[in-house]
């Protein structure tokens, strides 16, 4: 379900990916309950999955990435 949304979002240009999503449905709150793997489609050479990302699915299947960029940007507001 969650892979072909994200499928657009794949960065190689001249092969395919295969993504795989992956939801830990038992999570705890603020844990991060997503991760999505991506594998470049281009057989006959070697190829594995790669952690690209992680974040959170909430109850209706809103997904918010990990971003350390917000992270950076939350301190910088802690300390103004």
Known sequence: MYAKQLASRALISN????????VKP????GEYNMRIYAKPDVEP???VYSLIAEGRVDAENTMEFYS?????????????
Do not use: T
């Open 26 to 29: 038992d999570a705890q709150e």
């Open 15 to 22: 092969a395919g990916v295969d993504i795989q999503v992956f």
């Open 45 to 47: 050479v070697f190829a």
């Open 68 to 80: 350390q960029q917000n992270l950076v940007d939350a301190a910088k507001d802690m300390i103004k």
